[in-house]
């Protein structure tokens, strides 16, 4: 076989001549040009809805060419808790993650600071409500975005007729489609009124006392009205008080004219006691209606989502947001953020609104008023109220205003509903309360 | 077990031959050629078994965020809450009733099966193991639609006899009731199979010389099947215990631990603490709380099991 030498002077004008070569090359960007983004999505229950964020995904990947990977993650059966979980301890997975009410600061110290790119956020967005602030923000740190998609606020979702005909109350009165609230007199005695009239009526309102977030949501605004908080902001116990004493026999008196069994209440019941046409009123986003209009339209059309009724302190009214939020882990956080940049544009949150039948909600101010909410129905404007357009009601969510990883606790665990629950069992009231003092300096472990 | 005779004066080959044949040896033993075949299984168990168990006590030992090693201070600190002795006691009752449930039916409906003729015994084996083969989550769910709070089948249907309506999953009493029935109903199936199987050994001379003596039936049980089955019983039993305690799917799908903690037990208390409420640590010594008390009664009835053996 013969070998043929390469001389040192051929070698040299090869080399040479194959550096030009790349050097002038043209240059190709490919499909991965600015790397990968792995995306874990809440899984949206509306059908269709997940689709619009896709097309957005899709639609920003395109442009940016980045390549983009999206998992819809439900939450049923806690399966994004689970995953969030084993994310945090393996230090490994998606680069964005959609995270509930309480996680984005149950894992703050693994998620990157997104403050920077709030700030233009907020400026072409309009201000983010109180409770979006206080879930998503540690410090001057900024713990995630606040998504559009999966919040929600858990509202009255009351039976026009029903409630007319029971209580004499008119919600589209009080609520009227278009403009502004004329709820003066939606107070928490009105409403313990109109709950013990529907109860005689024999439509009690659907109000649960188990230890699931739609129980606890309401129980928590409803302790909020009269000014009760366990845990005060500062970390001190705050149990021992009279706006605690009144919220307890406030809900005493209401228990008595809830069903008998709202003790084992979860989150379905409520939908369910809507939709079988049994109740006046529940405490829910308007995915009950939603059910209703598919399986029960004649229950549908007579559905008015509205505000909470006021207490002595205020008309609260629980509100979950989900935040998109970064791992510290992640390997393209500045890819992550332009995305989440784009996902935050006023047109982009529209598009997955809209795609949603009007059950996400942004957390921003301008963003309160969009078409798809004066326009779904049955009945037309059934949404309007829904995403509070004239802050008559102040967003919060239960256990706030306490530090949010004591607050967890307390929401997790249903304190405040198995405290109501115990005093109307007829333990006594000292004896509730110490024992809820109890739980909450548990909850203080560090 | 020996599978080789041992050769002390098989040792005068030379080095490169004797490590060969003793490797080719080795690949030719029953038991090298048995412990390669497990050796898939054995990794399996201890990626998936043993590397969470030690994660789990490593967990154990942090504090809340994680960052802090804190010894055994998170099992001091349950030791001091009211509601983990709740869980404590309402595990042992769920446990131990369930067990007691399990094993009673399962040893009366072995006993029917057994004496039904062969020719229609194995249809009826096949049905009465129906409720153990369905997976947990899904037939639990169908039990969650007769208990349902609202609109509960069995209580429709006792309101035909002027009854209820049963706050099933709404009452302490109720929901503890509700959550052991399921178990019994999922887990007796397992028991009345073993026991079947055990009673089918059991030589039917024994039996036909104690008729002869005059034993009568409750005498034929007590001195003859149930000493033939005791370990066989012991072993179900044992483990049972270990996967009642360790139950999660039924009480999360029935009551969630509701109400007001009263059917919560250690996996689903676990859950609630470590994952619901972030708070890792604390659910993973829940946990493990467990890990003892069961070690413990394994020894104590595997070394009867043992004992039991040798002398047969």
């Known amino acids: 076989m013969s070998r043929k030498s390469l001389s040192r002077r051929q070698f040299v004008a090869a080399t040479a001549l194959s550096s030009a070569a790349l050097i002038t090359a043209p240059y190709i960007r490919g499909a991965q040009a600015a790397g990968k983004l792995t995306i874990g999505f809440w899984d949206h229950w509306v059908p269709g809805a997940n689709k619009a ?394 | 077990m020996v599978d080789v005779a041992f050769q002390p004066n098989n040792v005068s080959a030379t080095q490169p031959m004797r490590k060969r044949s003793s490797l080719q040896k080795a690949l030719k033993r029953k038991s090298t050629a048995a412990f390669l075949m497990t050796l898939p299984l054995i990794i399996l168990i201890a990626l998936l078994v043993l590397y969470p168990a030690f994660y789990s006590i490593h967990l154990a030992t942090l504090n809340k965020s994680m960052q802090r090693f804190v010894g055994l201070g998170n099992f001091e600190f349950l030791f001091k809450r009211d509601t983990f002795w709740l869980v404590v006691k309402q595990s042992c009752i769920f446990a131990v009733s369930a067990v007691v449930f399990k094993a009673l039916i399962g040893f009366i409906v072995a006993h029917f099966v057994h004496n039904i003729p062969a020719k229609g015994q194995r249809k009826w084996r096949g049905m009465l193991l129906v409720p153990w083969v369905i997976p947990p989550a899904m037939s639990t769910l169908a039990w969650l639609w007769l208990f349902d709070p609202s609109y509960s089948a069995f209580n429709y249907t006792l309101s035909f006899f002027g009854i209820g309506p049963i706050p099933w999953t709404g009452d302490a009493d109720w929901a503890r009731f509700s959550v052991i029935l399921v178990n019994v109903w999922y887990g007796a199936p397992f028991f009345m199979i073993m026991y079947l199987a055990s009673l089918k050994s059991v030589p039917d001379q024994l039996y036909e010389a104690a008729a002869i003596d005059g034993a009568n039936w409750w005498q034929r049980i007590w001195y003859i099947t149930l000493p033939m089955m005791r370990n066989i019983i012991a072993i179900t039993t044992l483990f049972s215990l270990i996967v009642t305690f360790a139950n999660f799917d039924i009480v999360r799908i029935l009551t969630a631990g509701g109400p007001l903690d009263h059917t919560h037990i250690f996996a689903t208390w676990a859950f609630r603490i470590g994952i619901e409420g972030s708070d890792i640590p604390l659910g993973a010594s829940v946990s493990l709380f467990m890990v003892p008390i069961l070690a413990v009664a394994a020894i104590f009835i595997l070394r009867d099991v043992n004992k039991r053996g040798n002398e047969a």
């Not at chain 1, 059966?77 to 509930?100: C, R, V, W, Y």
């Not at chain 1, 509202?155 to 009227?176: N, T």
């Not at chain 1, 209606?289 to 059309?301: C, L, M, S, Y």
């Not at chain 1, 115990?422 to 109890?438: I, N, P, S, V």
Request: aromatic share 10%.
């Open chain 1, 53 to 446: 964020s896709t097309d957005l995904v899709n639609e920003w990947a395109e442009k940016a060419k980045v390549e983009v990977t999206i998992d819809y993650i439900p939450s049923q059966g806690n399966k994004n808790l689970l995953t969030i979980a084993a994310e945090a301890q393996a230090k490994s997975g998606h680069d964005i993650f959609a995270m509930p009410t309480w996680w984005a600061h149950a894992n703050s110290e693994q998620l990157e600071d997104v403050a920077d790119i709030m700030g233009p956020i907020i400026a072409e967005n309009g201000e983010v409500n109180g409770t979006a602030k206080y879930l998503g923000t540690l410090g001057n740190k900024w713990l995630g975005v606040p998504a559009c998609v999966g919040s929600q606020i858990k509202g009255p979702c009351s039976r026009i007729d029903l409630m007319k005909k029971h209580a004499g109350i008119d919600v589209q009165a009080m609520y009227p489609a278009g403009s502004e609230p004329k709820a003066d007199n939606w107070n928490l005695d009105t409403f313990l009124k109109a709950a013990e009239a529907c109860h005689k009526g024999g439509v009690p309102f659907g109000i649960g006392l188990g230890e699931t977030t739609d129980n606890v949501d309401t129980a928590g605004a409803i302790f909020l009205s009269y000014g009760a908080q366990l845990v005060d902001a500062k970390g001190n116990l705050t149990v021992k008080t009279d706006a605690v004493r009144q919220a307890l026999e406030f809900y005493k008196k209401l228990i008595s004219f809830l069903p008998p069994d709202v003790a084992a209440w979860d989150d379905a019941s409520n939908n369910k006691w809507l939709v079988s046409g049994r109740g006046a009123m529940i405490m829910n986003p308007p995915s009950a209606w939603a059910v209703a209009k598919r399986d029960a339209p004649q229950v549908a059309e007579q559905c008015w989502t509205h505000g909470f009724p006021a207490g002595p302190k205020g008309r609260f009214a629980p509100y979950l947001p989900y935040f998109w939020s970064i791992w510290n882990f992640s390997k393209n956080k500045e890819a992550a953020k332009n995305l989440l940049i784009a996902l935050s544009k006023p047109a982009a949150i529209e598009k997955m609104v809209t795609a949603s039948g009007g059950y996400d909600l942004p957390a921003y101010e301008k963003l309160t008023t969009l078409k798809v909410w004066q326009e779904e129905g049955p009945p037309k404007g059934t949404l309007y109220h829904y995403p509070n357009p004239y802050k008559h009601q102040i967003l919060s969510i239960a256990a706030s205003p306490a530090p949010p990883k004591i607050a967890q606790q307390i929401y997790a665990q249903a304190t405040l509903t198995k405290m109501c629950l115990r005093y109307h069992q007829g333990e006594a009231m000292e004896k509730t309360l110490a024992w809820a003092e109890g739980e909450c300096e548990g909850f203080m472990r560090s």
